[in-house]
């Protein structure tokens, strides 16, 4: 079964790197934290030389070491290592949650949400591009920590008490969303499955130990940093947009998906109904508690309801063999025997179970795929032309220079040429929010503002771009503007209006990007 959701997994996932000769979309902050570990000689920097130097290091580190170390140990760059990293690791945790479906449930609803995880569009997008790097090891290691977790509370031992621990702590040191769902989802498996003092214990046990683990991390931030730092990037989510995306997966499936959506939302109510809490629970706790990496958890848990519903109650339906009674740990499932009637009944009944299974794990797979083809998602990337046109800033714009960077994309999240500008041209983008969400105080949610309303500037003129930067205090020297279609906005009028205009002077031209120098800042 791990080799077939493996290879249910691989054609989404591999597709848009294929046709990619530079990192998905984002990690280019990621790159610069690399960089400046290498050049350290591996010692934490104070600051990241990322967009002006003025971001504190305190993002957990694990994920950012690993690359690091693996490129100076081969001489391969960071940003070939993040093209495929990030995905690798992504199959690892396809691999890991077949493992940990089979723990929490029996044969055939185990098989069944190993095969529905991986094609949960949320399972993938945002793990298997740039700075995908610490999401898919942060998500990696808690799975890995709920399997032994969930072995800590039902069977105890130590061996399962440490590795629990261990598993938190790397998740925790790689992506700070991937530590909280890790330690609240094991809270939630506390409640549901060893309410008692060997399972209180337990926990308290797996928590001190996750602390002490991590303390070379978080101890070095407050030493230097304050809890600034740490209190930025906790409020730096708003709960409406874990809400929303909630919403979007529980109810749209990632928009890919909806079918498998349906049938989830059929497993809650089979879990209601037999009074088998784990995953309701769990679910809920997922979208209250976690943020910024929302997608995955909730992609493993729906598929987790997805197997309920159709190996506990759908499939047996149509005549398959069901479970009888819950999953117990260390004994095989008790199957039902199937119902009784002549041989064309039972052929009957097969073929409509194949066809219903094909059907609803098809579906996604070739959306998915049309998703990759059309490229209506965030995984894009910054071609060469543009690559070329960051190279030429760095080297003939003065080391000062502030730019308000231009892009058709839909949002900053979604903008590969937003992140990787700072890293690639080496100079400050004024509305690049990535790794201020760490820096105390308005910088974060003031980059996303200008942003957004440069947005507005897109049909207009030079004008609306000199009056918003001085209303939102944001004095620029430079203008980058991407030509490249990536989202909803036509970048022409804009352009034509910069090149006009008597405040600006073209100094850089390509099929790609076209550079500005403001004459009257």
């Known amino acids: 079964m791990v080799g077939l959701a493996l290879a249910?997994?691989?054609?989404?996932?591999?597709?848009?790197?294929?046709?990619?000769?530079?990192?998905?979309?984002?990690?280019?902050?990621?790159v610069a934290m690399g960089q400046d570990l290498i050049a350290s000689g591996f010692q934490l920097p104070l600051t990241t030389s990322y967009n002006g130097g003025a971001i504190p290091?305190?993002?957990?580190?694990?994920?950012?070491?690993?690359?690091?170390?693996?490129?100076?140990?081969t001489g391969i760059g960071l940003p070939a290592l993040l093209r495929f990293l990030p995905l690798l690791v992504n199959l690892a945790a396809v691999v890991a949650v077949a493992i940990l479906a089979r723990r929490l449930l029996p044969v055939p609803a185990s098989s069944v949400a190993a095969l529905a995880f991986p094609l949960f569009p949320s399972s993938f997008e945002w793990l298997v591009m740039g700075a995908g790097l610490t999401r898919s090891f942060g998500f990696f290691f808690a799975i890995l920590a709920l399997f032994f977790g969930h072995r800590l509370f039902v069977m105890g031992g130590r061996g399962n008490l440490a590795l629990a621990a261990i598993f938190a702590s790397l998740s925790v040191v790689s992506h700070p969303a991937a530590g909280v769902f890790g330690l609240a989802s094991l809270f939630i498996f506390f409640l549901v499955l060893s309410r008692d003092h060997r399972g209180f214990v337990s926990l308290l046990a797996v928590c001190v130990g996750c602390t002490v683990?991590?303390?070379?991390?978080?101890?070095?931030?407050?030493?230097?940093?304050?809890?600034?730092?740490?209190?930025?990037?906790?409020?730096?989510?708003?709960?409406?947009?874990?809400?929303?995306?909630f919403a979007s997966l529980v109810l749209l499936g990632g928009s890919a998906s909806p079918l498998l959506s349906v049938v989830a939302l059929v497993g809650i109510f089979v879990c209601v109904a037999r009074a088998r809490w784990l995953l309701p629970l769990w679910l809920l706790a997922t979208a209250v508690v976690v943020r910024n990496l929302t997608g995955p958890p909730l992609a493993l848990i729906l598929a987790l309801l997805v197997g309920e519903a159709l190996g506990e109650l759908i499939l047996p339906g149509l005549g398959a063999p069901g479970t009888v009674g819950s999953r117990v740990p260390g004994s095989e499932p008790q199957?039902?025997?199937?119902?009784?009637?002549?041989?064309?009944?039972?052929?009957?009944?097969?073929?409509a179970r194949v066809a219903l299974v094909t059907f609803l794990l098809g579906q996604p797979i070739l959306a998915g795929l049309s998703r990759q083809v059309w490229g209506i998602d965030a995984l894009q990337f910054i071609g060469a032309q543009e690559r070329t046109a960051m190279d030429w800033v760095s080297t003939h714009t003065p080391e000062s220079s502030s730019f308000l960077v231009l892009t058709?994309?839909?949002?900053?999240?979604?903008?590969?040429?937003?992140?990787?500008?700072?890293?690639?041209?080496?100079?400050?983008?004024?509305?690049?929010?990535?790794?201020?969400?760490?820096?105390?105080?308005?910088?974060?949610?003031?980059?996303?503002?200008?942003?957004?309303?440069?947005?507005?500037?897109?049909?207009?003129?030079?004008?609306?771009?000199?009056?918003?930067?001085?209303?939102?205090?944001?004095?620029f020297t430079h203008v980058y503007f991407s030509k490249a279609l990536r989202g909803p906005y036509d970048p022409a009028p804009l352009a034509v209006s910069l090149a006009r205009s008597s405040r600006y002077r073209l100094i850089w031209d390509g099929s790609e990007a076209a550079v500005f120098m403001r004459l009257s800042p």
């Open 335 to 351: 199957v039902a025997a199937p119902a009784t009637g002549g041989d064309q009944g039972r052929s009957t009944g097969r073929w």
């Open 408 to 475: 058709a994309a839909r949002s900053w999240a979604e903008d590969p040429a937003s992140e990787w500008f700072p890293t690639l041209a080496k100079r400050a983008s004024l509305a690049t929010p990535q790794g201020f969400e760490w820096v105390r105080g308005p910088q974060y949610r003031r980059r996303g503002q200008l942003y957004d309303r440069l947005k507005q500037c897109f049909p207009r003129d030079a004008t609306c771009i000199e009056s918003l930067a001085a209303k939102l205090g944001a004095p």
């Open 57 to 73: 290091f305190a993002y957990p580190p694990y994920a950012i070491y690993f690359a690091a170390a693996l490129s100076s140990a």
């Open 8 to 30: 249910v997994a691989l054609p989404v996932r591999l597709l848009p790197l294929l046709g990619a000769d530079f990192p998905l979309n984002d990690g280019g902050l990621f």
């Open 213 to 245: 683990l991590t303390a070379p991390w978080w101890g070095t931030v407050l030493v230097r940093h304050g809890l600034g730092p740490l209190t930025a990037a906790a409020s730096a989510t708003e709960p409406s947009q874990t809400v929303a995306t």
